[in-house]
């Protein structure tokens, strides 16, 4: 009973500050917004992303690579993107790919790419990808991602970028290339 009678003393004290409320709700917060970019993996001196993948049931090499190129063929699609180098009987793809977008933020309607390299074995039990290489291409300028992340760590203050550019930029690079890295596992494992 005193539970119930604090939650409805609770609602009572708060229904107030509810209703009196208009406008963005960012208007509420306290203090300053922070702008965090995602931890990145990130080896000292590259940004990779890459796995291992165990497969239980294991699923024939020749279907594995199949399915990985095929999904490669469908989905990078841009003049850049190109398979560099296949062998079946190693399991092996390599190649570079291109993911274009426009930016919304930083430069309205700016047409941007994230340019990769990416490499992808498989075997009868399991497949592995790499990607790396990361560069950036906004309108004329081209950088690396890790020289990016590199300032990012090392300081807060505006060198090359400042941290709202540094937080835009890596966080759209890490959020595509995670959906890539998604539709990649799900297309090697669906013929």
Do not use: C
Request: net charge negative; hydrophobic share 40%; glycine share 6%.
């Amino acid at each position: 009973m005193r539970i119930l009678l604090l939650s409805i003393a609770l609602s009572l004290s708060l229904s107030p500050a509810f209703a009196q409320h208009t406008g963005n709700w960012d208007d509420t917060l306290i203090g300053r917004r922070q702008w965090e970019v995602p931890p990145l993996p990130y080896n000292g001196v590259d940004i990779v992303y890459s796995e291992n993948v165990p497969l239980v049931p294991a699923v024939p090499k020749e279907e594995l690579f199949a399915n990985a190129k095929n999904w490669l063929r469908n989905n990078l699609k841009t003049d850049f993107a190109q398979i560099t180098e296949e062998s079946v009987t190693e399991g092996k793809i390599r190649g570079e790919g291109e993911i274009y977008y426009n930016q919304a933020v930083l430069a309205n309607g700016a047409p941007q790419s994230i340019f990769f390299s990416y490499d992808i074995n498989v075997t009868n039990n399991s497949y592995s990808y790499k990607i790396y290489d990361l560069v950036a291409k906004v309108g004329d300028e081209k950088f690396k991602y890790a020289d990016m992340y590199r300032e990012e760590q090392k300081t807060m203050e505006a060198t090359r970028w400042t941290h709202k550019y540094r937080y835009e930029m890596l966080s759209d690079m890490d959020s595509f290339l995670k959906l890539f890295i998604a539709g990649l596992k799900n297309g090697i494992m669906t013929p």
